[in-house]
């Protein structure tokens, strides 16, 4: 047996040094080494070429996306006004008639104005909402009464976009601008009787009908009183579920099935959780329609399957040494898990419930279910009171076909996505501040 092995063996060294060998043969006689590195080479050169094209075009889709929503949002943050000759008559301001003032100091400035027609078209110039604020000034400064004196008021929103666009030329239109009123708006930015200020009331004033007039404030302040309701729902019950799973439940069928359940609530569309609202909280449990309380329970069973499943991975990162030295130590395993597992795993719970928080504050197809989608002019007071959210607004501005609130609904898309950032910046910041390397 010996004597045939060595045979053989010899016979293959001889093979192989007159490169008869299959192996060797197919391997390096018709494709040298080098080839087939260049070719590897090249398909690595277009692969990276490949994902950095698509990069370039994402950034740019971005970047177009971002531009559109600023170069139509921008303006609404700016204002016009129109200083007018104001008369402030006794006899006018005992009967209420502040629309007749301003009517009448348009006149002054416009003499010429005498036609119904012409008057309609001329007294539009000036917001509806102007007369409010003249008795505020009139209620705010009594001594005014009797007196004449120059007071800005408040554009309508087609002569504020109109004026910001610079279109003044009497052959452009703009909306609900004609060519006579035009003319109007050139004599007075030539007469400095027009200006541009910051527009304070997008952020203080709640909806209006007059888009010169509707801000945000109503609706920012819904959100954060609804997302405080979602969190103190959802951040312990999530949090609860998922140390029980992870740590003390038994391992059976039953868990198995509930944790494929919260695998696939995670993945539900958000409006069967809006139907699921609409049909317990308010139909079964009688919860106010359209407020800060309903929209925050609907949110928060959106966001539990996010915190339970965000959690439950934060706790599988803590090593199972911790464990195996705290339990070695004495202490109980619900010590264990609290003082010891909870706190390693906090910065990725944390991460995880911030992220889930971003998701509802985006949300709007949930609250439309619920009735969240109501015209709200005023601050809600309490949770039980009538309110709307960020997104429901920029729903609400969207259907309106007024260029006033279409500028109106890019500058509340640039408040929301300021807000989504900040929201995700605040998560990325704890868990690189306080996350544990192990």
Same mark, same amino acid.
Request: include cysteine.
């Given at each position: ?216 404030? =109503? ?117 264990? =898990? ?67 609130? =279409? ?32």
């Amino acid at each position: 047996m010996i004597k045939l092995f060595e045979r053989r063996r010899r016979i293959t060294m001889q093979r192989i040094k007159k490169k008869k060998s299959p192996f060797i043969y197919k391997s390096y006689s018709k494709k040298p080494k080098h080839t087939w590195l260049r070719k590897r080479k090249a398909a690595e050169r277009r692969f990276r070429f490949v994902g950095f094209i698509a990069i370039v075009i994402s950034s740019l889709f971005l970047i177009s996306l971002a531009w559109n929503i600023f170069s139509s949002g921008r303006s609404a943050f700016i204002e016009t006004q129109i200083e007018l000759p104001i008369t402030f008559q006794a006899d006018l301001i005992e009967k209420k008639a502040y629309r007749t003032i301003i009517q009448n100091a348009l006149l002054d400035v416009f003499p010429d104005v005498n036609t119904r027609k012409e008057k309609r078209l001329l007294f539009v110039l000036v917001s509806r909402n102007a007369p409010y604020e003249l008795k505020k000034i009139i209620e705010k400064n009594p001594e005014l009464i009797g007196t004449k004196k120059d007071i800005w008021v408040l554009a309508s929103s087609a002569v504020s976009i109109f004026y910001k666009q610079r279109l003044l030329e009497e052959s452009k239109r703009i909306g609900n601008i004609n060519v006579v009123q035009s003319a109007w708006i050139t004599l007075l930015s030539q007469s400095k009787r027009m200006r541009t200020a910051f527009n304070f009331a997008f952020f203080t004033n709640g909806d209006s009908r007059e888009a010169e007039q509707a801000g945000v404030l =109503v609706s920012v302040i819904g959100s954060f009183m609804t997302i405080l309701i979602c969190v103190l729902m959802a951040f312990p019950l999530g949090v609860a579920t998922a140390i029980y799973l992870e740590e003390f439940a038994p391992k059976n069928w039953f868990t198995d099935f509930i944790e494929i359940n919260i695998n696939n609530l995670a993945a539900v569309p958000s409006i069967i959780f809006g139907l699921l609202g609409l049909s317990i909280y308010l139909n079964f449990f009688g919860v106010p329609r359209s407020s800060s309380l309903v929209g925050g329970m609907v949110l928060a069973l959106l966001i539990l399957p996010v915190i339970v499943i965000s959690t439950r991975n934060a706790l599988q990162t803590v090593p199972s040494s911790i464990r195996f030295a705290a339990a070695a130590l004495g202490a109980t395993p619900t010590q264990v =898990v609290f003082h010891h597992i909870l706190i390693y795993a906090l910065p990725g719970i944390m991460t995880g419930v911030i992220l889930g928080v971003a998701r509802a504050f985006g949300e709007t197809a949930p609250l439309l279910m619920i009735g969240m989608v109501a015209f709200i002019a005023d601050v809600p007071k309490s949770f039980s009171d009538p309110a709307t959210t960020l997104p429901v607004q920029v729903y609400l501005w969207a259907n309106n076909p007024e260029l006033g609130f =279409v500028e109106k609904t890019a500058a509340a898309i640039m408040v929301l996505l300021g807000v989504m950032v900040l929201i995700n910046l605040l998560a990325v910041y704890i868990r690189r501040r306080y996350e544990i390397k192990w």
